[in-house]
């Protein structure tokens, strides 16, 4: 899982965020390579979810910048991220259980057709059509898209809440704790479908408290602490326990030869790292 891409899509430096008294964030810098899967590993609170959501600009940064393709950027809000090519999992999942699964995938962002050529209305056919591609070549689920979302099982309703994310096409995709609370099955589906992200050249950044599945899924791992970066490592150079060290201490690793970039995770790993 050798990171052979080292073009930067996303780069965060130096962001803060703060909601009235709890600095959500600090300092958090991190880079996404084009074509990686970036994990992002820390403790309950130390801010994972906050970035994702500053990323999509549900959140605007009290400090530092983001970078899109070498672009500072102001993200106004999670259309704006998707048009830029962004799509989102986020954590608490949001599907609206008495609505089908196709009318979950395009919640918000339905496809419409002009009556008589002038009045807008659903495209249901269109709209079913699409759905029935995204379970069938993006997810590869067997589900009926007028399933209402209530009946799906756990691992059904993750895949559907990826599916949305896929729906505008995106090269960059977010994903907050696809995994938590799902059967081992449902997980190596969710991992296939990360695989299969990575495979077709998607930048990806996935959050997720099992680090087995981080260290099975990811090329680096960045490691945040309290609302600030501790480190990015190479996924293979580092054991389950330097992790661990690093999300419990909020210190890089001691030892050299398997320190990362420091603070200053934007920088570029050397071929020697
Ligand atoms: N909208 C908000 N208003 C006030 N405080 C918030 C808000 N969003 C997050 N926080 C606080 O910011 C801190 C970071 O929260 P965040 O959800 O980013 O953590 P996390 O790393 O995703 O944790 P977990 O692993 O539990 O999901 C927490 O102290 C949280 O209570
Ligand atoms: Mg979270």
Do not use: C, W
Request: no cysteine; proline share 5%; aromatic share 2%.
């Amino acid at each position: 899982m050798t990171v052979t891409e080292t073009n930067p899509r996303i780069e965060v430096a130096g962001v803060q965020k703060r909601f009235g008294t709890v600095e959500a964030l600090s300092d958090v810098s991190l880079t996404l390579n084009e074509g990686e899967v970036l994990g992002l590993v820390g403790d309950n609170g130390a801010g994972k979810s906050t970035l994702i959501k500053t990323l999509v600009g549900i959140h605007q940064p009290d400090a530092g910048e983001i970078r899109f393709d070498g672009e500072p950027v102001t993200i106004d809000g999670p259309k704006h991220a998707r048009s830029m090519g962004v799509g989102t999992v986020y954590q608490d999942l949001a599907l609206v259980d008495a609505l089908s699964v196709a009318e979950n995938l395009f919640l918000g962002r339905k496809p419409v057709r002009k009556l008589g050529g002038v009045v807008p209305v659903i495209d249901e056919e269109t709209m079913t059509e699409r759905a029935e591609r995204i379970l069938r070549d993006r997810l590869d689920i067997k589900l009926d898209p007028d399933t209402p979302v209530e009946y799906l099982s756990g691992g059904e309703r993750q895949a559907i809440a990826i599916g949305r994310a896929l729906v505008t096409d995106p090269d960059i995709v977010l994903l907050d704790e696809p995994t938590s609370a799902l059967s081992k099955a449902a997980v190596e589906r969710v991992e296939q479908l990360v695989e299969q992200l990575k495979e077709s050249g998607h930048s990806v950044i996935i959050i997720d408290h099992n680090l087995e599945e981080v260290r099975s899924m990811t090329d680096r791992i960045t490691v945040l602490f309290q609302g600030r970066t501790v480190d990015t490592l190479e996924t293979e150079a580092v054991s389950r326990d330097d992790i661990v060290s690093m999300m419990v201490s909020g210190k890089p690793l001691a030892d050299p030869a398997t320190a990362g970039t420091g603070q200053s995770s934007t920088a570029q790993h050397s071929p020697s790292d």
